[in-house]
T-cell receptor
Framework: AQSVTQLGSHVSVSEGALVLLRCNYS??????LFWYVQYPNQGLQLLLK??????LVKGINGFEAEFKKSETSFHLTKPSAHMSDAAEYFC???????????FGKGTMLLVSP | NAGVTQTPKFQVLKTGQSMTLQCAQDMNHEYMSWYRQDPGMGLRLIHY???????DQGEVPNGYNVSRSTTEDFPLRLLSAAPSQTSVYFC?????????????FGPGTRLTVT
């Protein structure tokens, strides 16, 4: 079985500051890892994914995440926050590309001017 | 392509009523699933299907029914609505081959049970 823990239900940053959203996972097999973003009253949109290969993954809107197997982590970062980044972010894990996704509880990113 | 569509967008039910949430996709995806989203709980899988005629339970299947008679459609039925089913429901689909990792989500149905 796999599980996902997102540290912090809310993260507040100032515009231009570094964004760091934390995700730790547990999985009995090498995992596939995902970050999704949800803007208010919308569905989920894939930001980035790690399947195999390079552990630093770049996604849309300037976000990136690094898979660290030794730390069982997949933290999401962005060097400089924009107001438009304010949304809820979900980390998800799957034991294979053919399996169901298990989501974390989400982290709401608040960006202040 | 319209992607994944869901109807209705909003629905209010009384306890004990039944209804069907509709989900359709036009991407010829084999895999479809239903999630519910509750505050502080993330998304939890209700039911999923790996192809027409094949369905299976997810994490929170009680009180919900599904069937998959076509590749395009995957309706979710609430047989006797309860206040605990007040939630936002998302349908998602993905292909079973090629770029198999990305799930495409619909816009959601916001359901309130009074």
């Amino acid at each position: 079985a796999q599980s996902v823990t997102q540290l912090g239900s809310h993260v507040s940053v100032s515009e231009g500051a570094l964004v760091l959203l934390r995700c730790n996972y547990s999985s009995s097999v090498p995992p596939y890892l995902f970050w999704y973003v949800q803007y208010p009253n919308q569905g989920l949109q894939l930001l980035l994914k790690y399947t195999t290969g390079a552990t630093l993954v770049k996604g849309i809107n300037g976000f990136e995440a690094e898979f660290k197997k030794s730390e069982t982590s997949f933290h999401l970062t962005k060097p400089s926050a924009h107001m438009s980044d304010a949304a809820e972010y979900f980390c998800a894990v799957s034991p294979s590309g053919y399996s169901t996704l298990t989501f974390g509880k989400g982290t709401m990113l608040l960006v202040s001017p | 392509n319209a992607g994944v569509t869901q109807t209705p967008k909003f629905q209010v039910l009384k306890t004990g009523q039944s209804m069907t949430l509709q989900c359709a996709q036009d991407m010829n995806h084999e895999y479809m699933s239903w999630y519910r989203q509750d505050p502080g709980m993330g998304l939890r899988l209700i039911h999923y299907s790996v192809g027409a005629g094949i369905t299976d339970q997810g994490e929170v299947p009680n009180g919900y029914n599904v069937s998959r008679s076509t590749t395009e459609d995957f309706p979710l039925r609430l047989l006797s609505a309860a206040p605990s089913q007040t939630s936002v429901y998302f349908c998602a689909s993905r292909t079973g081959t090629g770029a198999i990792y990305e799930q495409y989500f619909g816009p959601g149905t916001r359901l309130t049970v009074t």
